[in-house]
C-alpha cells in the first residue's frame, strides 16, 4: 500500500470497478499457481525493520520526514507516526551466512540513521512500545503527512462510525477512548518474511499459526503503555483494538477484529485464504494503479496484483500472507507481524532464525498439523503468551508444558534441525539459538522492562524511570550484549539523558479526587485517615472546579461539617501545564505563598505537585 497513491473507496461506481479488478487478481493468482508460473526455489528470506525518533530527552521527535531526507537512502520509508520510521531490508537467498548478512545490512543502515538523526537533533531507539510515549503523541497532530495515512484514518473511521475504545487489564489498566488511528503508531515491530513453495502454502501457515505462540512468548518485550504495567506483549492488545473497524452495534456483521489472529485453520489453496479475507472484511481503499491481470498474463506478462495487494494491506492478521514480484518472477511468502522491534538487533536476529528455523524444520509429526491440534488452543496459546511472556503454561499436544520447558526441550531442536537442513552455517546457528536459550533460561525484554521499573519506582517519578530505561535501551541497541545478559541498571550509569526537568518529572498522579458535592465530614476524615494535606475537588464532568487544604479545615474548626465540599473548597486556584519547566512551578510556589499546583489541561486534573515534590 506505501507504494499506491491510494483513496477512500466512496461511491458505488469506483467499488464496483475495484472488486472487478479484485476479482479478476483472485482468477490471475489461481491461473499461475495451476501453471506453475509461481516461483519455488531459490528460497529468500526479508525483513523489515521499524524505529522511533526520539529528542535529546528521549521523548518522541516528530521531526522523522526531516531524518528521512537526511538518510536519503531507498531503503528507508515513513511509518504513520511522525516519530517513527522504516527499514526495508533487501531479499536474501537462505543459504549460509544470510543472516549474519542480514545483520550487517541492518548495522549499516541503522548506523546511516544514527548519523543522520543526529544532524537533526535526534535518537533512534529499537523497541516495541517506546517507554516515554504520552497520550500527546498519539493525536492526528503526531501524524505522517502523506495522504495515505490520512485516508486511511477516514476509511476507518468512516467504516467504524464511532470513536475507538481500548481497553487493556493486566497489573494497571489502560481505558481509553481515542478518535483516530493514531494509537497504531505506538507499535514498533521487526517484521520478518519467509518465501514459502506454493504447493506446500498452506500446511506451512498452519504450523506458521502454531508456533505464534511460543515464538511470541520468547521475544516479548513490550510491558508498558503510557506508564501503566499491561500485557508482556501489549502490541497485540494494542494494534487489535486501534484499528478495529467493529462497533457494539454492529459486531454481529463481522466477527473478526482486522487484526486478528484467524477464525480457523486455513484449507485448500493459498488463493482460498485471500477469498476468506475479502469476504470478511469489506475493501476501504482504492487507487488508480490498477492492471488488468488476465490481459498481463495472456500477453506473457506477471501481473502484479495490485487490487488484491491494496485489499491485503488492510487486513492485518499476526501471519500474513505476502503476494510479490521479483526480478520478474511472482512469489509467496508469509510475514510473520508479532515479533516486535528491539531491544537490541541481535536480539532481532535471533527472534527472525528461531522463526525461520522452525518453520524449515517442521517434522513429520507436525505434518497436517490441523489433524492433529485444535486451532482454539493454538490460538489460545497466542494470546496467553501476549499477556504473560515466558511465564505461560502451553497446551501443546493436549498437554501443558511451561515456555522454558518447550523452547528448550522441543522447538529450539526442531529450529536447528530446520537451519541444517537449509545449510544454513553452523556458526549462525549456533550463535543465534543460544540466545533464545539464555533468554529462556534468563528473562526476556518485557521481564527486563519489568523488573526495572519498579526498581526505578523506589528512587524516582515513573515519568523518570521510564526515560532511564529509554536512555538504557539506547545506550546498549546496537551492542554484542544482549537483553538475557542485561541485569538491574543504575540509573547514574553514564546515561547521559537531558535532565531537563519539566512538571511531569515530578508530579503525583497516584491521588485520591472528592466530588464538590461531597460530605465535608467524610472527607475531612479521608484528609487524616490518608496523611493528605491536599484534596483536588471535581464536578459530575470530572473537571476541576476547587482544592480543599488543610488549612481551610483548620479555618473551619469542628463546626459546620454538615457542609459540603464546595462550600469550603478554594476556589480561585493557580494551576499548571504538565509540559511547564520545573523552576516556573517553583517559582509560582515562591511568588503565591502556595505548597500545591494542580496540574491540568483542558480544565481536566492529570496530577498535583506539592511541595514535598520539590
Known sequence: MGHLDVKQLKSPKDKALYIHHLIKDLKALDIMLEKGLIEKEPIRIG????????????????????????????HFTTEIGKYNLEINSDPLLLTKDCFSKLYKQLEALLDKGVEAAKTKGSKIILTGILPTLRLKHITEDYMTDKPRYHVLNNALKSSRRECFNIHIKGVDELNLIHDSVMLEACNTSFQTHLQIHPDEFVDKYNWAQTIAGPVLSSCA???????????????????????????????????QSRVSFGADWENGIVTDIF???????????????????????????IPKLRALQLHNGTVYKWNRVCYGVGEGKPHLRIECRYIPSGPTLLDEIA???????????????????????????????????????????????????????????????????????????????????????????????????????????????????????????????????????????????????????????????????????????????????????????????KELTGLLTWTDLIKLGDKDLHLCVKDVMTRNLITISQEAPLEEAEELMRVHKINCLPVVRNKKLLGILTSNDL
Open 351 to 541: 527472534n527472525m532464525v528461531f522463526w525461520v528455523g522452525l518453520m524449515l524444520g517442521q517434522p513429520e509429526q507436525y505434518e497436517k498439523i490441523h489433524e492433529k491440534m485444535a486451532f482454539k488452543d493454538v490460538k489460545n496459546n497466542f494470546f496467553k503468551a501476549a499477556r504473560n511472556g515466558m511465564e505461560t503454561q502451553f497446551n501443546w499436544n493436549k498437554k501443558l508444558i511451561s515456555a522454558k520447558d518447550l523452547i528448550i526441550d522441543e522447538l529450539l531442536p526442531i529450529a536447528k534441525a530446520g537451519l541444517h537442513k537449509a545449510q544454513i552455517s553452523v556458526d549462525d546457528i549456533d550463535k543465534y539459538l543460544s540466545i533464545i536459550k539464555k533468554r529462556a533460561e534468563s528473562h526476556n525484554g518485557s521481564q527486563w522492562m519489568l523488573n526495572n521499573y519498579r526498581n526505578l519506582q523506589k528512587t524516582k517519578t515513573n515519568f523518570e524511570a521510564l526515560q532511564n530505561i529509554t536512555a538504557f535501551m539506547h545506550k546498549h541497541q546496537l551492542k554484542e550484549q544482549t537483553v538475557d545478559e542485561w541485569d538491574l541498571f543504575d540509573p547514574d550509569d553514564n546515561l547521559k539523558i537531558d535532565i531537563s526537568r519539566i512538571v511531569k518529572h515530578n508530579m503525583n498522579t497516584k491521588m485520591l479526587l472528592v466530588d464538590q458535592k461531597d460530605s465535608l465530614e467524610l472527607v475531612s476524615n479521608i484528609m487524616k485517615w490518608k496523611n493528605i494535606h491536599h484534596l483536588p475537588v471535581i464536578n459530575k464532568n
Open 47 to 74: 525483513a523489515e525493520q521499524e524505529f522511533c525518533v526520539v529528542s535529546k530527552r528521549l521523548f518522541p521527535n516528530n521531526n522523522s520526514i526531516d531524518v528521512l531526507e537526511a538518510i536519503n537512502d531507498d
Open 275 to 301: 477469498r476468506d479475507n475479502i469476504s470478511r472484511f469489506r475493501s476501504l481503499l482504492t487507487s488508480d494503479e490498477h492492471d488488468d491481470s488476465i490481459e498481463k498474463l495472456q500477453n506473457g506478462e
Open 221 to 255: 518485550n513490550s510491558p508498558i503503555l503510557f506508564g501503566r504495567e499491561l500485557w508482556a506483549e501489549t502490541r497485540i492488545a494494542l494494534f487489535t483494538q486501534s484499528i478495529d473497524t467493529r462497533t457494539n452495534s454492529f459486531i454481529h456483521n463481522e466477527k
